[in-house]
Protein backbone atom coordinates (compact mmCIF):
# COMPACT_ATOMS: atom_id res chain seq x y z
CA UNK A 1 0.00 0.00 0.00
CA UNK A 2 1.40 3.70 -0.79
CA UNK A 3 1.42 6.21 1.53
CA UNK A 4 -1.73 8.29 1.49
CA UNK A 5 -1.74 12.38 1.92
CA UNK A 6 -3.58 11.36 4.87
CA UNK A 7 -0.64 9.83 6.72
CA UNK A 8 1.54 12.87 6.85
CA UNK A 9 -0.21 14.53 9.60
CA UNK A 10 -0.22 11.10 11.52
CA UNK A 11 3.87 10.55 10.44
CA UNK A 12 4.41 13.82 12.10
CA UNK A 13 2.08 13.15 14.96
CA UNK A 14 4.03 10.07 15.40
CA UNK A 15 7.20 11.44 15.22
CA UNK A 16 6.68 13.81 17.84
CA UNK A 17 5.35 11.08 19.99
CA UNK A 18 8.52 9.06 19.82
CA UNK A 19 11.13 12.50 19.91
CA UNK A 20 8.95 13.14 23.53
CA UNK A 21 9.56 9.69 24.63
CA UNK A 22 13.21 9.41 23.81
CA UNK A 23 14.63 13.13 24.73
CA UNK A 24 13.07 15.71 27.17
CA UNK A 25 15.72 18.49 25.02
CA UNK A 26 13.45 20.64 23.16
CA UNK A 27 16.46 21.46 20.75
CA UNK A 28 16.92 18.23 20.01
CA UNK A 29 13.45 17.33 19.51
CA UNK A 30 12.92 21.09 17.07
CA UNK A 31 15.88 19.01 15.35
CA UNK A 32 14.56 15.94 14.57
CA UNK A 33 11.10 17.17 13.31
CA UNK A 34 12.14 19.81 11.11
CA UNK A 35 14.55 17.10 9.66
CA UNK A 36 11.77 14.50 9.40
CA UNK A 37 9.80 17.61 7.68
CA UNK A 38 12.40 17.74 5.56
CA UNK A 39 12.36 14.24 4.82
CA UNK A 40 8.46 14.02 4.11
CA UNK A 41 8.80 16.70 1.69
CA UNK A 42 10.62 14.27 -0.29
CA UNK A 43 9.69 11.10 0.39
CA UNK A 44 8.76 8.63 -2.24
CA UNK A 45 4.72 8.06 -2.29
CA UNK A 46 4.44 5.32 -3.68
CA UNK A 47 6.35 3.30 -0.31
CA UNK A 48 4.36 2.26 2.72
CA UNK A 49 4.11 4.16 5.49
CA UNK A 50 6.10 2.07 7.87
CA UNK A 51 9.14 2.61 5.44
CA UNK A 52 8.74 6.11 6.31
CA UNK A 53 8.50 4.85 9.69
CA UNK A 54 11.54 3.23 9.38
CA UNK A 55 13.51 6.34 8.25
CA UNK A 56 12.03 8.24 10.90
CA UNK A 57 12.91 6.26 14.04
CA UNK A 58 15.97 5.51 12.65
CA UNK A 59 16.59 9.12 12.65
CA UNK A 60 15.50 9.39 16.07
CA UNK A 61 17.58 6.62 17.60
CA UNK A 62 20.45 7.72 15.51
CA UNK A 63 20.13 11.62 16.74
CA UNK A 64 19.50 10.40 20.42
CA UNK A 65 21.75 7.83 20.11
CA UNK A 66 18.53 5.96 22.26
CA UNK A 67 18.45 2.71 20.40
CA UNK A 68 15.29 1.65 22.26
CA UNK A 69 13.59 4.21 23.45
CA UNK A 70 10.19 2.31 23.78
CA UNK A 71 11.75 -0.82 25.53
CA UNK A 72 10.19 0.18 29.38
CA UNK A 73 6.26 1.18 27.75
CA UNK A 74 6.77 -2.59 25.73
CA UNK A 75 7.40 -4.11 29.38
CA UNK A 76 4.82 -2.44 30.56
CA UNK A 77 2.35 -3.47 28.03
CA UNK A 78 3.80 -7.13 27.73
CA UNK A 79 2.82 -7.18 31.51
CA UNK A 80 -0.49 -6.17 31.36
CA UNK A 81 -1.29 -8.65 28.97
CA UNK A 82 0.39 -11.26 30.86
CA UNK A 83 -1.96 -10.26 33.86
CA UNK A 84 -4.71 -11.16 31.44
CA UNK A 85 -3.44 -14.11 29.57
CA UNK A 86 -4.69 -16.70 31.67
CA UNK A 87 -8.84 -15.33 32.32
CA UNK A 88 -8.91 -15.46 28.17
CA UNK A 89 -6.42 -18.90 28.01
CA UNK A 90 -9.62 -20.26 30.35
CA UNK A 91 -12.39 -18.25 28.11
CA UNK A 92 -10.82 -20.04 24.80
CA UNK A 93 -10.99 -23.24 26.10
CA UNK A 94 -14.38 -23.18 27.12
CA UNK A 95 -15.63 -21.68 24.31
CA UNK A 96 -17.62 -23.52 21.66
CA UNK A 97 -15.66 -22.19 18.85
CA UNK A 98 -11.90 -22.00 20.65
CA UNK A 99 -10.05 -20.97 17.63
CA UNK A 100 -13.15 -17.90 16.82
CA UNK A 101 -12.32 -16.72 19.75
CA UNK A 102 -8.69 -17.08 19.95
CA UNK A 103 -8.39 -15.29 16.55
CA UNK A 104 -11.13 -12.58 17.85
CA UNK A 105 -8.42 -12.07 20.96
CA UNK A 106 -5.27 -11.49 18.89
CA UNK A 107 -6.91 -9.15 16.71
CA UNK A 108 -8.11 -7.29 19.94
CA UNK A 109 -4.58 -7.17 20.73
CA UNK A 110 -3.63 -5.16 17.93
CA UNK A 111 -4.77 -1.93 20.15
CA UNK A 112 -1.48 -1.94 21.65
CA UNK A 113 -0.39 0.20 19.20
CA UNK A 114 1.51 2.90 20.25
CA UNK A 115 2.11 4.19 16.46
CA UNK A 116 -1.29 4.75 16.44
CA UNK A 117 -1.95 5.74 19.89
CA UNK A 118 0.67 7.28 22.16
CA UNK A 119 -0.93 6.04 25.83
CA UNK A 120 -2.61 3.05 26.31
CA UNK A 121 -3.79 2.06 29.97
CA UNK A 122 -5.14 -1.08 31.52
CA UNK A 123 -8.77 0.45 31.54
CA UNK A 124 -8.92 1.52 27.59
CA UNK A 125 -6.75 -1.54 26.94
CA UNK A 126 -9.96 -4.16 28.42
CA UNK A 127 -13.07 -1.56 26.81
CA UNK A 128 -10.81 -2.52 23.67
CA UNK A 129 -10.67 -6.17 23.92
CA UNK A 130 -14.41 -6.04 25.80
CA UNK A 131 -15.75 -4.59 22.20
CA UNK A 132 -13.60 -6.56 19.75
CA UNK A 133 -15.75 -9.79 21.81
CA UNK A 134 -18.94 -8.43 21.21
CA UNK A 135 -18.05 -7.97 17.23
CA UNK A 136 -18.89 -10.61 15.49
CA UNK A 137 -16.32 -12.05 12.69
CA UNK A 138 -17.12 -12.84 9.08
CA UNK A 139 -18.61 -16.70 9.44
CA UNK A 140 -17.24 -17.80 6.04
CA UNK A 141 -13.54 -16.37 7.05
CA UNK A 142 -13.36 -17.76 10.24
CA UNK A 143 -14.78 -21.11 8.27
CA UNK A 144 -12.09 -20.58 5.44
CA UNK A 145 -9.15 -19.62 8.43
CA UNK A 146 -9.73 -22.68 10.00
CA UNK A 147 -9.76 -24.95 6.53
CA UNK A 148 -6.12 -23.60 5.64
CA UNK A 149 -4.88 -24.19 9.34
CA UNK A 150 -5.74 -27.96 8.82
CA UNK A 151 -4.59 -28.03 5.11
CA UNK A 152 -1.06 -25.92 5.84
CA UNK A 153 2.42 -27.80 5.87
CA UNK A 154 4.23 -24.52 7.09
CA UNK A 155 2.72 -21.59 8.91
CA UNK A 156 4.45 -18.20 9.19
CA UNK A 157 2.91 -16.11 12.12
CA UNK A 158 4.08 -12.45 11.70
CA UNK A 159 3.86 -10.79 15.01
CA UNK A 160 3.07 -7.40 15.53
CA UNK A 161 3.02 -4.95 19.22
CA UNK A 162 4.80 -6.02 22.23
CA UNK A 163 1.69 -7.01 24.67
CA UNK A 164 -0.61 -7.92 21.77
CA UNK A 165 2.56 -10.43 21.56
CA UNK A 166 0.48 -12.14 24.31
CA UNK A 167 -2.93 -12.76 22.60
CA UNK A 168 -0.80 -14.05 19.70
CA UNK A 169 0.39 -16.47 21.75
CA UNK A 170 -3.32 -17.58 22.62
CA UNK A 171 -4.04 -17.76 19.08
CA UNK A 172 -1.08 -19.64 18.52
CA UNK A 173 -1.82 -22.57 20.99
CA UNK A 174 -5.05 -22.99 18.49
CA UNK A 175 -2.12 -23.85 15.80
CA UNK A 176 -0.24 -27.19 15.21
CA UNK A 177 3.33 -26.35 16.90
CA UNK A 178 5.69 -28.52 14.93
CA UNK A 179 4.14 -26.67 11.49
CA UNK A 180 4.55 -22.73 13.55
CA UNK A 181 6.92 -20.48 12.95
CA UNK A 182 6.12 -17.00 15.15
CA UNK A 183 8.43 -14.06 13.48
CA UNK A 184 9.24 -10.77 15.05
CA UNK A 185 10.85 -7.65 13.84
CA UNK A 186 14.65 -7.72 13.80
CA UNK A 187 15.47 -4.50 15.56
CA UNK A 188 13.36 -2.29 18.04
CA UNK A 189 11.03 -0.26 16.23
CA UNK A 190 8.00 1.40 17.67
CA UNK A 191 6.73 -0.90 20.17
CA UNK A 192 6.69 -3.76 18.08
CA UNK A 193 7.90 -7.23 19.46
CA UNK A 194 11.37 -8.23 18.86
CA UNK A 195 13.20 -11.45 20.31
CA UNK A 196 13.45 -9.78 23.77
CA UNK A 197 9.98 -9.85 23.96
CA UNK A 198 9.26 -13.11 22.56
CA UNK A 199 11.72 -14.53 25.24
CA UNK A 200 9.61 -12.60 27.73
CA UNK A 201 6.26 -14.46 27.53
CA UNK A 202 8.16 -17.31 26.57
CA UNK A 203 6.69 -17.60 22.73
CA UNK A 204 9.25 -20.54 21.97
CA UNK A 205 6.93 -23.22 24.23
CA UNK A 206 4.57 -22.86 21.41
CA UNK A 207 6.28 -22.46 18.50
CA UNK A 208 9.76 -22.23 16.61
CA UNK A 209 10.68 -18.05 16.51
CA UNK A 210 12.84 -16.16 14.42
CA UNK A 211 13.17 -12.60 13.48
CA UNK A 212 12.87 -10.95 10.37
CA UNK A 213 15.91 -8.62 10.10
CA UNK A 214 14.12 -5.68 9.78
CA UNK A 215 13.90 -2.50 11.88
CA UNK A 216 10.39 -2.01 9.51
CA UNK A 217 7.01 -1.88 11.58
CA UNK A 218 5.84 -3.87 8.95
CA UNK A 219 7.49 -6.63 6.65
CA UNK A 220 8.79 -5.25 3.79
CA UNK A 221 10.72 -8.41 2.21
CA UNK A 222 13.37 -6.45 0.42
CA UNK A 223 14.70 -5.34 3.63
CA UNK A 224 14.26 -8.71 5.34
CA UNK A 225 16.90 -10.93 5.87
CA UNK A 226 17.46 -13.77 3.77
CA UNK A 227 16.68 -16.53 6.46
CA UNK A 228 13.35 -14.58 6.78
CA UNK A 229 12.59 -14.45 3.36
CA UNK A 230 12.83 -18.44 2.88
CA UNK A 231 10.75 -19.32 5.66
CA UNK A 232 8.31 -16.38 4.40
CA UNK A 233 8.78 -18.15 0.62
CA UNK A 234 7.91 -21.91 1.68
CA UNK A 235 5.19 -21.21 4.09
CA UNK A 236 1.76 -22.12 2.75
CA UNK A 237 0.23 -20.05 5.09
CA UNK A 238 1.13 -16.49 6.46
CA UNK A 239 -0.94 -14.93 8.76
CA UNK A 240 -0.17 -11.31 9.04
CA UNK A 241 -1.19 -9.41 12.23
CA UNK A 242 -1.80 -5.41 12.10
CA UNK A 243 -1.93 -2.86 9.79
CA UNK A 244 1.88 -2.01 9.78
CA UNK A 245 2.02 -5.80 8.19
CA UNK A 246 -1.09 -5.03 6.48
CA UNK A 247 -0.10 -2.34 4.46
CA UNK A 248 2.87 -3.78 3.60
CA UNK A 249 2.10 -6.88 2.31
CA UNK A 250 -1.30 -6.63 1.24
CA UNK A 251 -1.71 -6.98 -2.82
CA UNK A 252 1.60 -8.95 -2.75
CA UNK A 253 1.54 -12.49 -4.27
CA UNK A 254 1.42 -14.73 -0.94
CA UNK A 255 -1.28 -17.20 0.83
CA UNK A 256 -1.67 -14.60 3.45
CA UNK A 257 -4.38 -13.93 6.15
CA UNK A 258 -4.88 -10.32 7.49
CA UNK A 259 -6.09 -10.39 11.24
CA UNK A 260 -5.89 -6.87 12.28
CA UNK A 261 -8.22 -3.69 14.11
CA UNK A 262 -8.64 -0.71 11.71
CA UNK A 263 -7.41 1.94 13.44
CA UNK A 264 -7.02 4.62 10.71
CA UNK A 265 -9.61 6.15 7.90
CA UNK A 266 -6.55 5.42 5.36
CA UNK A 267 -6.45 1.82 6.49
CA UNK A 268 -10.63 2.01 5.83
CA UNK A 269 -10.48 3.39 2.54
CA UNK A 270 -8.46 0.18 1.66
CA UNK A 271 -10.33 -2.14 3.20
CA UNK A 272 -14.02 0.02 2.52
CA UNK A 273 -14.92 -0.66 5.85
CA UNK A 274 -15.42 1.62 8.79
CA UNK A 275 -12.18 2.63 11.35
CA UNK A 276 -12.68 0.03 14.64
CA UNK A 277 -13.44 -2.98 12.70
CA UNK A 278 -12.23 -6.05 13.68
CA UNK A 279 -11.11 -7.65 10.25
CA UNK A 280 -10.05 -11.59 9.42
CA UNK A 281 -9.20 -11.37 5.87
CA UNK A 282 -7.25 -13.26 3.21
CA UNK A 283 -5.11 -12.78 0.04
CA UNK A 284 -6.62 -14.00 -3.02
CA UNK A 285 -3.61 -16.73 -2.68
CA UNK A 286 -4.62 -18.03 0.68
CA UNK A 287 -7.34 -20.47 -0.44
CA UNK A 288 -7.65 -22.78 -2.72
CA UNK B 1 1.68 32.68 21.63
CA UNK B 2 4.01 30.52 19.56
CA UNK B 3 3.49 27.58 17.52
CA UNK B 4 4.21 24.87 19.86
CA UNK B 5 5.03 21.36 18.06
CA UNK B 6 1.85 19.97 18.62
CA UNK B 7 0.80 22.75 15.98
CA UNK B 8 2.54 20.53 12.95
CA UNK B 9 0.70 17.63 12.38
CA UNK B 10 -2.27 19.92 12.81
CA UNK B 11 -1.16 22.10 10.04
CA UNK B 12 -0.69 19.29 7.92
CA UNK B 13 -3.75 18.32 8.13
CA UNK B 14 -5.67 22.15 7.62
CA UNK B 15 -3.20 22.19 4.93
CA UNK B 16 -4.39 18.81 3.38
CA UNK B 17 -8.16 19.82 4.11
CA UNK B 18 -7.96 22.85 1.97
CA UNK B 19 -6.13 21.63 -0.90
CA UNK B 20 -8.50 18.75 -1.12
CA UNK B 21 -11.64 21.63 -0.94
CA UNK B 22 -9.87 23.77 -3.49
CA UNK B 23 -8.26 20.97 -6.41
CA UNK B 24 -9.25 17.84 -7.09
CA UNK B 25 -5.95 17.43 -8.89
CA UNK B 26 -3.58 15.36 -6.93
CA UNK B 27 -0.49 16.27 -8.44
CA UNK B 28 -1.42 19.88 -7.45
CA UNK B 29 -2.40 18.81 -4.35
CA UNK B 30 1.01 16.94 -3.80
CA UNK B 31 3.02 19.30 -4.76
CA UNK B 32 1.34 21.93 -2.62
CA UNK B 33 2.04 19.54 0.39
CA UNK B 34 5.50 18.86 -0.34
CA UNK B 35 5.99 22.46 -0.32
CA UNK B 36 4.47 23.44 2.97
CA UNK B 37 6.36 20.46 3.91
CA UNK B 38 9.69 22.44 3.38
CA UNK B 39 8.32 25.39 4.59
CA UNK B 40 7.22 24.07 8.10
CA UNK B 41 10.51 22.74 8.14
CA UNK B 42 12.46 26.15 8.50
CA UNK B 43 9.24 28.00 10.04
CA UNK B 44 9.65 30.54 12.56
CA UNK B 45 8.42 28.82 16.06
CA UNK B 46 8.27 31.82 17.83
CA UNK B 47 5.60 33.37 15.15
CA UNK B 48 1.91 32.22 15.99
CA UNK B 49 0.33 29.30 13.87
CA UNK B 50 -1.94 32.18 12.25
CA UNK B 51 1.10 33.12 10.98
CA UNK B 52 2.63 29.62 9.67
CA UNK B 53 -1.58 29.24 7.86
CA UNK B 54 -2.02 32.88 6.68
CA UNK B 55 1.83 31.45 4.96
CA UNK B 56 0.05 28.02 3.47
CA UNK B 57 -3.26 29.35 2.38
CA UNK B 58 -1.27 32.06 0.43
CA UNK B 59 0.70 29.42 -1.19
CA UNK B 60 -2.60 26.94 -2.18
CA UNK B 61 -4.37 29.97 -3.00
CA UNK B 62 -1.15 31.22 -5.19
CA UNK B 63 -0.70 27.93 -6.68
CA UNK B 64 -4.58 26.91 -7.54
CA UNK B 65 -5.42 30.52 -8.63
CA UNK B 66 -8.31 30.13 -6.36
CA UNK B 67 -9.13 33.33 -4.33
CA UNK B 68 -11.58 32.20 -2.16
CA UNK B 69 -11.42 28.23 -2.00
CA UNK B 70 -14.03 28.58 1.28
CA UNK B 71 -16.61 30.52 -0.67
CA UNK B 72 -19.48 28.20 -1.00
CA UNK B 73 -18.86 26.69 2.85
CA UNK B 74 -18.94 30.07 3.96
CA UNK B 75 -22.34 30.50 2.45
CA UNK B 76 -23.83 27.36 3.58
CA UNK B 77 -22.02 28.61 7.30
CA UNK B 78 -24.22 31.82 7.35
CA UNK B 79 -27.08 30.39 6.18
CA UNK B 80 -26.99 27.78 8.59
CA UNK B 81 -26.70 30.29 11.51
CA UNK B 82 -29.38 32.88 10.07
CA UNK B 83 -31.51 30.03 10.28
CA UNK B 84 -31.03 29.60 14.25
CA UNK B 85 -31.08 33.46 14.40
CA UNK B 86 -34.61 34.11 15.30
CA UNK B 87 -34.79 31.39 17.66
CA UNK B 88 -32.08 32.88 19.53
CA UNK B 89 -32.76 36.32 19.71
CA UNK B 90 -35.83 35.62 20.89
CA UNK B 91 -34.01 33.23 23.80
CA UNK B 92 -31.84 36.04 24.35
CA UNK B 93 -34.95 38.64 24.74
CA UNK B 94 -36.29 36.39 27.29
CA UNK B 95 -33.20 35.32 29.00
CA UNK B 96 -32.61 36.78 33.26
CA UNK B 97 -29.35 37.76 31.69
CA UNK B 98 -29.04 38.66 28.49
CA UNK B 99 -25.37 39.78 27.73
CA UNK B 100 -24.95 36.72 29.54
CA UNK B 101 -26.57 34.42 27.27
CA UNK B 102 -25.54 36.32 24.14
CA UNK B 103 -21.90 36.01 25.15
CA UNK B 104 -22.28 32.11 25.33
CA UNK B 105 -23.71 31.59 21.71
CA UNK B 106 -21.23 33.97 20.38
CA UNK B 107 -18.68 31.41 21.84
CA UNK B 108 -20.77 28.30 20.92
CA UNK B 109 -21.13 29.68 17.52
CA UNK B 110 -17.19 29.73 17.31
CA UNK B 111 -17.54 25.91 16.75
CA UNK B 112 -18.08 27.29 13.41
CA UNK B 113 -14.32 26.88 12.40
CA UNK B 114 -13.31 25.06 9.45
CA UNK B 115 -9.94 25.54 10.13
CA UNK B 116 -10.57 22.94 13.22
CA UNK B 117 -13.01 20.77 11.70
CA UNK B 118 -13.46 20.00 7.80
CA UNK B 119 -16.51 19.25 7.40
CA UNK B 120 -19.06 20.44 9.79
CA UNK B 121 -23.08 20.16 9.46
CA UNK B 122 -26.30 21.28 10.77
CA UNK B 123 -27.04 18.80 13.72
CA UNK B 124 -23.50 18.81 15.31
CA UNK B 125 -23.80 22.59 14.93
CA UNK B 126 -26.48 22.47 16.90
CA UNK B 127 -25.46 19.77 19.48
CA UNK B 128 -22.12 22.05 20.16
CA UNK B 129 -24.33 25.24 20.72
CA UNK B 130 -26.56 23.29 23.64
CA UNK B 131 -23.56 22.10 24.93
CA UNK B 132 -21.86 25.66 24.97
CA UNK B 133 -25.60 26.82 26.78
CA UNK B 134 -25.52 24.26 29.56
CA UNK B 135 -21.92 25.12 30.12
CA UNK B 136 -21.68 27.81 33.06
CA UNK B 137 -19.42 30.98 32.43
CA UNK B 138 -17.13 32.45 35.42
CA UNK B 139 -20.18 34.78 37.19
CA UNK B 140 -17.19 37.07 37.99
CA UNK B 141 -16.24 37.24 34.30
CA UNK B 142 -19.32 37.90 33.22
CA UNK B 143 -20.04 40.73 35.81
CA UNK B 144 -16.50 42.27 34.55
CA UNK B 145 -17.54 41.64 31.05
CA UNK B 146 -20.33 43.81 31.44
CA UNK B 147 -18.56 46.45 33.44
CA UNK B 148 -16.25 47.00 30.88
CA UNK B 149 -18.92 47.50 28.40
CA UNK B 150 -21.11 49.81 30.93
CA UNK B 151 -17.18 51.90 30.99
CA UNK B 152 -15.82 51.54 27.22
CA UNK B 153 -16.13 54.76 25.13
CA UNK B 154 -14.45 52.58 22.11
CA UNK B 155 -15.44 48.75 21.73
CA UNK B 156 -13.65 46.75 18.81
CA UNK B 157 -14.93 44.02 18.34
CA UNK B 158 -12.70 41.31 16.16
CA UNK B 159 -15.33 38.61 14.45
CA UNK B 160 -13.50 34.69 13.76
CA UNK B 161 -15.61 32.90 11.45
CA UNK B 162 -18.18 32.83 8.66
CA UNK B 163 -21.58 31.71 10.23
CA UNK B 164 -20.08 32.35 13.62
CA UNK B 165 -20.53 36.27 12.82
CA UNK B 166 -24.67 35.93 13.09
CA UNK B 167 -23.90 34.54 16.67
CA UNK B 168 -21.21 37.76 17.06
CA UNK B 169 -24.66 40.02 16.08
CA UNK B 170 -26.52 38.62 18.12
CA UNK B 171 -23.99 39.59 21.79
CA UNK B 172 -23.34 43.12 19.78
CA UNK B 173 -26.61 43.87 19.45
CA UNK B 174 -26.39 43.84 23.43
CA UNK B 175 -23.79 46.39 22.74
CA UNK B 176 -24.01 50.01 22.47
CA UNK B 177 -24.15 50.62 18.84
CA UNK B 178 -22.81 54.43 18.67
CA UNK B 179 -19.81 53.00 20.81
CA UNK B 180 -19.22 49.83 18.21
CA UNK B 181 -16.70 48.59 15.23
CA UNK B 182 -16.60 45.30 14.24
CA UNK B 183 -13.64 44.14 12.28
CA UNK B 184 -13.70 41.24 9.75
CA UNK B 185 -10.57 39.87 8.02
CA UNK B 186 -8.71 41.82 5.11
CA UNK B 187 -8.86 39.04 2.80
CA UNK B 188 -10.10 35.10 2.50
CA UNK B 189 -8.42 32.77 4.93
CA UNK B 190 -10.00 29.61 5.26
CA UNK B 191 -13.33 30.21 6.62
CA UNK B 192 -13.02 33.50 8.24
CA UNK B 193 -15.41 36.08 7.91
CA UNK B 194 -14.37 38.93 5.39
CA UNK B 195 -16.76 41.98 4.22
CA UNK B 196 -18.65 39.56 2.24
CA UNK B 197 -19.95 37.83 5.27
CA UNK B 198 -21.29 40.79 7.45
CA UNK B 199 -22.78 42.43 4.41
CA UNK B 200 -24.15 39.32 3.78
CA UNK B 201 -25.62 39.02 7.79
CA UNK B 202 -26.39 43.08 7.14
CA UNK B 203 -23.96 43.47 10.25
CA UNK B 204 -23.96 47.30 9.66
CA UNK B 205 -27.48 47.23 11.14
CA UNK B 206 -25.90 46.87 14.68
CA UNK B 207 -21.96 48.12 14.13
CA UNK B 208 -20.23 50.42 12.26
CA UNK B 209 -18.10 47.25 9.99
CA UNK B 210 -14.20 47.86 8.83
CA UNK B 211 -11.43 45.07 8.15
CA UNK B 212 -8.59 44.67 9.38
CA UNK B 213 -6.54 44.97 5.80
CA UNK B 214 -4.85 40.69 6.51
CA UNK B 215 -5.05 37.69 5.35
CA UNK B 216 -4.00 35.98 8.64
CA UNK B 217 -6.58 33.74 10.86
CA UNK B 218 -6.24 35.93 13.49
CA UNK B 219 -4.91 39.43 14.38
CA UNK B 220 -1.43 39.99 13.68
CA UNK B 221 -1.26 43.70 14.02
CA UNK B 222 2.12 44.29 12.04
CA UNK B 223 0.15 42.75 9.24
CA UNK B 224 -3.28 44.71 9.41
CA UNK B 225 -3.77 48.21 7.82
CA UNK B 226 -2.59 51.20 9.31
CA UNK B 227 -6.30 52.56 9.18
CA UNK B 228 -7.12 49.09 11.22
CA UNK B 229 -4.54 49.82 14.33
CA UNK B 230 -5.94 53.19 14.44
CA UNK B 231 -9.07 51.78 15.70
CA UNK B 232 -7.10 49.37 17.55
CA UNK B 233 -4.97 51.35 19.10
CA UNK B 234 -7.98 53.57 20.24
CA UNK B 235 -10.06 50.81 21.57
CA UNK B 236 -10.70 51.31 25.33
CA UNK B 237 -12.29 47.33 24.98
CA UNK B 238 -11.53 44.97 22.31
CA UNK B 239 -13.40 41.76 22.09
CA UNK B 240 -11.62 39.28 20.40
CA UNK B 241 -13.51 36.32 19.36
CA UNK B 242 -11.65 32.54 18.64
CA UNK B 243 -8.44 30.84 19.12
CA UNK B 244 -7.15 32.87 16.24
CA UNK B 245 -7.41 36.41 17.40
CA UNK B 246 -6.49 34.04 21.00
CA UNK B 247 -2.77 33.39 19.79
CA UNK B 248 -2.25 36.57 18.19
CA UNK B 249 -3.36 38.71 20.71
CA UNK B 250 -2.63 36.92 24.19
CA UNK B 251 0.07 38.05 26.03
CA UNK B 252 -0.30 41.58 24.35
CA UNK B 253 -1.03 44.86 26.01
CA UNK B 254 -4.33 45.72 25.24
CA UNK B 255 -7.47 45.86 26.87
CA UNK B 256 -8.87 42.33 25.65
CA UNK B 257 -11.88 40.04 26.46
CA UNK B 258 -11.33 36.71 24.91
CA UNK B 259 -14.22 34.70 24.05
CA UNK B 260 -14.07 31.01 22.49
CA UNK B 261 -14.05 27.63 22.82
CA UNK B 262 -10.78 25.67 23.47
CA UNK B 263 -10.86 23.25 20.45
CA UNK B 264 -7.30 21.87 20.97
CA UNK B 265 -4.94 21.17 23.09
CA UNK B 266 -2.22 23.78 22.57
CA UNK B 267 -4.86 26.18 23.81
CA UNK B 268 -6.09 24.06 26.32
CA UNK B 269 -2.88 24.04 27.68
CA UNK B 270 -1.71 27.78 27.34
CA UNK B 271 -5.00 28.64 29.40
CA UNK B 272 -4.59 25.52 31.74
CA UNK B 273 -8.23 24.33 30.90
CA UNK B 274 -9.19 21.28 29.37
CA UNK B 275 -10.41 21.55 25.61
CA UNK B 276 -14.25 22.12 25.03
CA UNK B 277 -13.73 24.72 27.66
CA UNK B 278 -16.03 27.89 26.88
CA UNK B 279 -14.10 30.95 27.90
CA UNK B 280 -14.68 33.94 28.68
CA UNK B 281 -11.47 35.80 30.09
CA UNK B 282 -9.29 39.11 29.55
CA UNK B 283 -6.29 40.39 29.29
CA UNK B 284 -4.53 42.10 32.49
CA UNK B 285 -5.32 45.01 30.84
CA UNK B 286 -8.84 44.93 30.39
CA UNK B 287 -9.99 45.45 34.04
CA UNK B 288 -9.08 48.56 35.80
Known sequence: MKTFFDCLPCLIRQTLDSVRSTTDDEQTQES?????????????????????AQAIHRRIRKTTGNLDPYVEKKRRLNDMALKLYPVFARR????????????????????????????????????????????????DNVAEFAQAIDEAENILYLTDNSGEIVF???????????????????????????????????????ARVIDNGSDSP?????????????????????????QGNYETLAGSPYPIFFLLRIKCSVIARDLNLPVGTVVLTHSPHAVA
Open 218 to 242: GTILDDCSEAFRHHFERADLIIAKG
Open 92 to 139: IEQSANPLELAARLAIAGNVMDLGVKSNLDEAEMIAEIDDCLTTPLDA
Open 168 to 206: DRLLMERLPREKLTAAVRGAPIINDATIEDAEYIRLAEV
Open 32 to 52: ILRDVLKELAEMDFQQPPAAM
